[in-house]
């Protein structure tokens, strides 16, 4: 396990090659020591990747920075409920960035959302699928996304990445409703089985 | 038990993010009951997970993990984990669901304050944050009561809470949800016994097709 101040150039020479990096042991770091190499480790490897998610979002970069900012201090605040069987660091920091963004950007109330996350951390114990999802580290899911059609593809990433709605789409791509949502639930349960099959 | 669950569709919008709030209020309440639907949402994190991890970076600003460091040595908010205890959800009827309390000021479905819509029709309208032309509303209809079909359209969510309706799709019950597409026809009727208590969330402000707007379309005149 490398130490959090290595710093390894990717071959295209492109900046720090910390995709192999262990997240959850950082976060663990940052909630039991207050650890901030740890952090900074993670702000390196996640500021930039929630700072792009908001500028797809429509933020323009000041904004994007700030929000990016605000969600690793929400990762720093709450390191200590991260639950490493329960998902990878990137999906946890990816719902943070998301609630971010419901706040921010769409200008709405995000306690649904947190409310939803107590319940989770209340009543859940992890499921065979949970570990499959937190054991990937960028691999099963990325795979599973190559093997949609593009049309189904482009539906999920204008959902994560641009945080836009089914019918914001529908209006977006010119199509009815119902034919985005059709190809919604076509690539989902595709996700899903993919996801699901551990052998 | 569960049987009527979540759309997939509203499924993948919990997870990324793209809910329109009172439909976030239900979806919540829904959610608090529904170990399958939770663990849906938490697989359709994942995927926003690894597309997090695979974006084309954005460098962040010179200054930023400077400004980040000094505020991490501001007086701290006591430890979350030490101060989260989540309120745990049974979820039995009589109990408000706890992504629905904070909406209600009350603490068991008895004492809602209930206005009279209509003959054995009560309503119940819940606050929200964001003015977006959407509205959330608890309504309380008494047994038996049937409602013929109106037109259709706009999106509809429907968490029943206590009691339960039958229509063309099945008996729903407690726990259960009507997460319904704009093409559905369907006759709800509530059944014998006890009122229906459920918590609805509807996007467009004209014609609706679930149990609820049928009740209030004559009512509202739209």
Request: aromatic share 4%; net charge negative; with cysteine.
């Amino acid at each position: 396990m490398g130490s959090a101040l290595q710093v390894t150039e990717t071959p295209d020479g492109k900046g720090p090659d910390d995709r192999n990096d262990d997240h959850p042991a950082l976060i663990a770091r940052v909630a039991a020591d207050r650890d901030r190499q740890a952090f900074v480790a993670l702000f390196s490897h996640f500021g930039p990747r929630v700072k792009a998610m908001m500028i797809k979002g429509g933020a323009d970069h000041a904004l994007a920075d700030d929000i990016a900012q605000d969600t690793m201090m929400t990762v720093w605040r709450k390191a200590a409920l991260f639950a490493a069987d329960r998902g990878s660091a990137s999906t946890w920091i990816f719902t943070i960035a998301r609630n971010a963004r419901i706040d921010r950007l769409r200008r709405q109330a995000s306690q649904p959302y947190e409310d939803i996350d107590n319940v989770e951390l209340a009543s859940d114990t992890p499921t065979a699928e949970d570990e499959v999802l937190a054991g990937q580290r960028a691999g099963r899911v990325t795979d599973a996304l190559a093997g949609l059609p593009e049309e189904q593809r482009l539906i999920i990433e204008l959902s994560f990445v641009h945080g836009i709605s089914q019918s914001d789409i529908a209006a977006r791509l010119s199509l009815p409703l119902g034919t985005v949502k059709s190809r919604t639930r076509l690539a989902y349960a595709k996700l899903r089985t993919e996801l699901r099959d551990v052998t | 038990m569960v049987h009527h669950h979540l759309d997939s569709t509203t499924i993948l919008d919990t997870a990324s993010g793209n809910l329109d709030e009172a439909v976030a209020v239900v979806v919540a309440v829904h959610l608090a009951t529904c170990p399958e639907c939770r663990q849906a949402v938490r697989t359709a994190e994942a995927v926003g997970g690894d597309l997090l991890e695979t974006i084309e970076t954005a460098e962040m600003s010179t200054g930023a993990l400077d400004s980040l460091l000094k505020k991490l040595d501001a007086p701290a908010d006591p430890a979350p984990a030490a101060t989260m205890k989540p309120r745990r959800s049974t979820g039995a009827a009589g109990d408000i669901p706890q992504p629905l309390h904070r909406y209600i000021g009350v603490d068991t479905l008895d004492d809602i304050p209930w206005q009279w819509v209509a003959p054995g029709v009560e309503r119940h309208a819940l606050p929200l944050s964001s003015s977006t032309g959407s509205s959330l509303y608890m309504l309380r209809i008494a047994a038996g009561k049937a409602v013929p079909e109106h037109g259709h359209g706009g999106v509809e969510l429907t968490q029943v809470l206590s009691g339960s309706y039958t229509d063309d799709l099945g008996r729903f019950g407690p726990g259960d949800v009507a997460d319904l597409d704009e093409e559905v026809e369907h006759r709800p009727r509530v059944d014998a016994g006890e009122p229906c208590i459920c918590l609805v969330a509807t996007e467009a402000p004209t014609r609706f097709k679930g149990l609820a707007s049928r009740l209030l379309q004559p009512v509202i005149g739209i």
